[in-house]
């Protein structure tokens, strides 16, 4: 039989988990395996103390969402349904109570509300479960995180957390001198509860990407889904054991290698060996992820403006071959300065939305190329380059209009101005990159040497 998971108050890419907000009134009746994280999002334009000071209102909202939750979770709790609480920070505040008090009469009279402290842990007190807000990294496990291996191994790695639990039951992680839990079984009462760390989020767990339409997607990246599959795949193993375990926590001294059967130890040896087996996939896969996630920068060629697209450009132009960098001092910035066997370019970068790249870029070019010989001295000028991405929003394939406007292909060509389309620079850091040898990098460089005035032609 399938177990049923859902995932209530924070989003993990968990296939066939459902996801259910703090707001929702729903059940947990449904479910074998409840994930809970009482992130709530409090804030307020009022303060009291320092902290958020809700309205009324807006407390008996939230506040009935307390007790539906509160109900809810002791109700899995006392049905032996497994429970994880993914601890967040505690978020403090406090509210109006309804009640007032009066003074003054007349035009000095004053009415004061009366406000109370609470937390989102509140719903949890019962468990029971405060926590005390701490961040830090290390972690360790304890004996009795034997019984969650996958689970602790896998947030000790992480090494997050940003809440710790002083008085919570059985420990799982501790801190390295042993004075507080970030993880542990919750208590006795409630053995099927657990507690550990929020789950770290950050390190690329988002990407975001253009549709057709020029709509900005967010999608979860490839080492999100590996990693919540391996958050899926720990929770189940939890979720068996204790099962297994008839609710009730193993003293230490049982889990003893002298109580454990042949099979028992030649199915840990076996699975000792596939957790190192997936460890090192998990690293293969990160490691994979990244190098892509390095090449994917490129892309800004072909969509970017700014200084992300300066940074791809210039990067672009050391990969030809060109010294490139950035100028900058108290009064002058240049998009870069590139250069080779003594010839030197200075250009401007422009990307526009939805139309052409106009007459204003290359007019500041001309101010930055006069700029830059007067700084150096001299009496040459660098050769202006003007690199543009038109209608970067739109597939290149529905790019049909002109790329420059009239006016700047007429100033290009009296001037001598040479027009890049980061398009092309991006169809040659491609070709190189798909092994495209030296040959190729100076015909590129042979190019911007040559074809002077006009939108430079690159090898195919």
């Known amino acids: 039989m399938t177990e049923r998971i859902c995932v209530v108050g924070v989003v993990i890419p968990m296939a066939g988990a459902e996801y259910i907000k703090l707001s929702d009134r729903r059940s947990l009746s449904d479910f074998d395996v409840v994930i809970f994280s009482p992130t709530f999002g409090i804030h307020s334009a009022a303060t009291y103390e320092g902290l958020p000071s809700l309205a009324h209102n807006n407390a008996a909202t939230l506040h009935s969402h307390y007790t539906h939750w509160k109900s809810e979770i002791e109700t899995a709790a006392k049905q032996g349904k497994t429970v994880i609480i993914l601890a967040c920070k505690p978020e403090a505040y406090f509210y109006q109570t309804g009640e007032k008090q009066y003074s003054g009469t007349g035009k000095n009279a004053r009415v004061t509300n009366i406000v109370a402290p609470a937390s989102n842990y509140a719903l949890l007190k019962d468990l029971p479960l405060t926590p005390l807000a701490l961040e830090g990294k290390q972690l360790k496990q304890t004996p009795e995180a034997s019984r969650f291996a996958s689970l602790c191994k896998m947030f000790a790695e992480r090494e997050y957390y940003e809440s710790i639990f002083p008085k919570a039951g059985n420990p799982l992680l501790v801190l390295p001198d042993g004075s507080g839990r970030a993880a542990a079984l919750v208590s006795r009462q409630f053995p099927s509860v657990l507690v550990f760390p929020m789950i770290n989020q950050e390190g690329g767990w988002v990407q975001s990407k253009l549709d057709k339409s020029g709509a900005t997607q967010a999608s979860w990246t490839k080492i ?237």
């Open 224 to 460: 999100a889904i590996q990693l919540g599959e391996r958050f899926k795949s720990a929770v189940l193993e939890a979720h068996a054991n204790i099962k297994a375990g008839v609710g009730e926590t193993k003293p230490e001294w049982v889990l003893a290698d002298k109580y454990r059967s042949n099979v028992q130890r030649a199915r840990d040896a076996e699975l000792e060996k596939l957790r190192l087996q997936r460890d090192k996939i998990d690293a293969d896969i990160a490691r994979g992820v990244q190098d892509n996630a390095v090449e994917d920068q490129w892309l800004g060629l072909l969509f970017g403006t700014g200084a992300a697209l300066e940074d791809q450009v210039r990067e672009a132009l050391r990969l030809l071959g060109y010294d490139a960098a950035e100028y900058q001092d108290d009064t002058h910035q240049f998009d870069v300065v590139f250069s080779f066997e003594g010839a030197r370019y200075l250009g401007e970068c422009e990307g526009k939305d939805n139309k052409a790249i106009d007459i204003a870029k290359l007019s500041q070019l001309e101010r930055c190329v006069a700029e830059d010989l007067a700084i150096r001295g001299g009496e040459e000028f660098a050769d202006g380059v003007l690199f543009g991405n038109p209608f970067r929003l739109h597939p290149l394939e529905s790019r049909t209009g002109a790329p420059f406007t009239e006016r700047v292909m007429k100033a290009a060509a009296q001037r001598g101005t040479r027009l890049v389309l980061t398009s092309d620079l991006f169809a040659c850091v491609l070709a190189i990159r798909n092994g495209a040898g030296e040959d190729f990098k100076k015909s590129c460089r042979d190019a911007i040497a040559t074809d002077r005035g006009k939108v430079i032609t690159f090898p195919k």
